[in-house]
């Protein structure tokens, strides 16, 4: 997963993401948000760029400070297709299984691969 910093790159972002209003809105918030100064201390992943298929917003991992608090750990995703999300889910050191986190997304099929890749680890889902 790349790392999104360059201001021209999140304006860019951020003009394909409204174009997909109201499904991105979860992650749209967060790039708008790190475009312009995040204060918040979040950071912006996409699997490839410009032509990407998975947007993730997260909180910066050194700011991490209680594994368990799924409320400061929460992850925001937007993906224009369901094997992206397979791959972030089950893959990829972006989503770190090790501490308490949420999910949030407005797509079909995110709850079902939450529980699926869940279920393979033998983790428990709320």
């Known amino acids: 997963m790349l790392i999104l910093r360059c201001p021209a790159q999140l304006q860019l972002l951020e003009e394909i993401l409204r174009k997909?209003?109201?499904t991105t809105l979860p992650v749209l918030g967060t790039?708008?948000?790190v475009a312009r100064g995040n204060p918040a201390a979040h950071e912006v992943l996409v699997d490839?760029?410009?032509h990407f298929s998975i947007v993730l917003t997260r909180l910066r991992p050194e700011e991490h400070r209680d594994p368990g608090d799924f409320y400061t750990n929460q992850l925001a995703v937007f993906y224009r297709d369901e094997g992206a999300l397979q791959a972030l889910l089950e893959g990829t050191e972006a989503v770190g299984?090790?501490?308490a986190?949420?999910?949030l997304g407005m797509q079909e099929g995110l709850d079902e691969a939450v529980?699926?890749?869940a279920g393979?680890?033998?983790l428990k889902v709320e």
Do not use: D, I, N
Request: glycine share 4%.
């Open 101 to 103: 986190f949420q999910m």
């Open 97 to 99: 299984h090790a501490r």
């Open 48 to 50: 490839s760029w410009p």
């Open 115 to 117: 529980q699926k890749v």
């Open 120 to 122: 393979a680890r033998g």
């Open 31 to 33: 790039v708008m948000t």
């Open 20 to 22: 997909s209003l109201p």
